[in-house]
């Protein structure tokens, strides 16, 4: 049986639950999930982890990986540098592991042109309010960095329908269900099938 993974782009604005929903749906190491660890040149917020929740480099390192074409893509958000690197991608689809790629709009659309196959999925929060809330509630920036934020979310919740799947996070059950609706479907194409069962439909369509 030969697999080749899916691979998402999973956009929303900042806050709006992205980053608790692929935990969600990596929380007992599936197999077949990855997200894909980009480079950073943010500061760690408090508990985050060197090469879990991102690889963290300085803008010199950064730039020296954009001149060795390491990123299939990497944009600007927020004042910092963010960028997805190219090897791990392929090698893990390749495997027939879904990744998730946890990117800006920019991002999204930049490999969405390199990998037109990619399906993008866009959290939506229920309110503005409720992002704001989120924000505040995760009590892990200044409020200087949550006001840059929301000024923020306008501008990328406007590129939602960019995007093949639209999730709403109001309630956080509700929207893990529907994001593993999405996987699922994805394993389901046509094309997926085609690849997964290619020895089994060569037995079943022979005269
Ligand atoms: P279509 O086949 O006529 O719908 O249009 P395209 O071939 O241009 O795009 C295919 C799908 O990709 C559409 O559902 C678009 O909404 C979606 N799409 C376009 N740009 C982006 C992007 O930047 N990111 C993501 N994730 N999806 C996009
Ligand atoms: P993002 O990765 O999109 O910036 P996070 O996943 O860090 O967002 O979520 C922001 C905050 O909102 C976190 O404190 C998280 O626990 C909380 N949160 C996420 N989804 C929900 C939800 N459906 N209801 C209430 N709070 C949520
Ligand atoms: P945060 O600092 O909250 O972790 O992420 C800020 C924003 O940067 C989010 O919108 C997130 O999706 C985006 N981001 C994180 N990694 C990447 C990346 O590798 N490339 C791009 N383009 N955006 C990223």
Request: hydrophobic fraction near 40%; glycine fraction near 6%.
């Amino acid at each position: 049986m030969s697999t080749r993974g899916n691979l998402f782009i999973v956009s929303a604005p900042s806050g709006a639950g992205k980053s608790s929903l692929i935990s969600a749906l990596l929380k007992d190491k599936p197999s077949d999930k990855q997200v894909s660890v980009s480079h950073t040149t943010r500061q760690p917020r408090p508990g985050e982890v060197d090469g879990q929740h991102y690889h963290f480099v300085d803008v010199e390192q950064f730039k020296a990986l954009i001149a060795q074409d390491a990123f299939i893509e990497w944009a600007e958000v927020f004042g910092n540098y963010y960028g997805t690197s190219k090897t791990v991608i392929e090698q893990t689809l390749a495997k027939g592991i879904d990744v998730f790629l946890d990117i800006d709009w920019q991002g999204g659309e930049q490999v969405k042109k390199l990998m037109p196959y990619a399906v993008g999925v866009f959290i939506l929060p229920p309110s503005k309010a409720e992002l704001e809330r989120r924000l505040t509630g995760r009590g892990q920036d200044s409020q200087q960095v949550i006001d840059s934020r929301m000024a923020q979310a306008v501008s990328e919740m406007s590129h939602y329908a960019q995007y093949e799947f639209v999730i709403v996070n109001d309630d956080f059950d509700v929207a893990l269900t529907d994001l593993n609706a999405i996987i699922r479907s994805q394993r389901l194409t046509c094309a997926s099938q085609q690849y997964t069962h290619n020895g089994m439909l060569i037995d079943l369509l022979a005269d």
